[in-house]
């Protein structure tokens, strides 16, 4: 090759790390009823992920349980699983227990990290059920995701690719009761691409401009 085209191919290169992702990754996100390493809690436990913000009676933050009204197989159709299970308020976190829930408007939250991440790369995907309807808010703004009826039979699919912010991003979770019991159970997963640290890419543009200034030195001489 060429020492001018060393020089070219050198430069272009460089363009090319300059511009493009590194990798795909993984988000770390879960879904609802898992401890902190996605692993199934007890029926009755703390969900380590998800937070209730609000709902009737429920002034501020309180923790969401694992319910498992119903039985093991949690509610009818969408049963609990081993990526997700049903989470409700406190008083529905037992077995089969029967509790019922005052009817209105539920709001539980979870939160993530896309530092890192180029947000145009993205995408959140999986399923939710509720008892009753529900809507889904990404950092407060709606996503146009709804579910209207008695929703809690099966699963509904679900993907969120926009509305990304850079660091941490929240997901908010609307259910409304209609009487009897209420909750809401998600499995959800996402992926997107990492960008480079400045760090290193100084340091490859760095090596790429020092060959490149060897192989232009050489020519000359």
Known sequence: ?????????????????????????????????????????????????????????????????????????????????????????????????GGYSPVGDYFYQTAFSL???DLSTVVLTGQWATDNEGAIYLNGVSTGITLVGDTFSSFTPLTINSGFQPGLNTLVFYVHNDGGPTGLQVQISGTGSQVPEPSTLVLLGSGLVALAGAARRKFRR
Request: aromatic share 12%; charged share 5%; with cysteine.
């Open 1 to 97: 090759m060429r020492r001018s085209s060393q020089l070219i191919f050198a430069l272009v290169v460089l363009n090319w790390l300059l511009a493009s992702p590194v990798s795909a990754e993984q988000v770390t996100i879960f879904g609802t009823g898992l401890d902190a390493a996605g692993n199934p809690l007890e029926y009755g436990s703390v969900d380590a992920n998800y937070v209730l913000l609000s709902g009737p009676g429920i002034t501020g933050p309180a923790p969401a349980y694992v319910n498992g009204w119903g039985g093991s197989g949690g509610w009818w159709g969408a049963g609990n699983t081993a990526t997700s299970q049903w989470i409700g308020e406190a008083g529905l976190g037992c077995q089969g227990c």
């Open 115 to 117: 530092a890192g991440f």
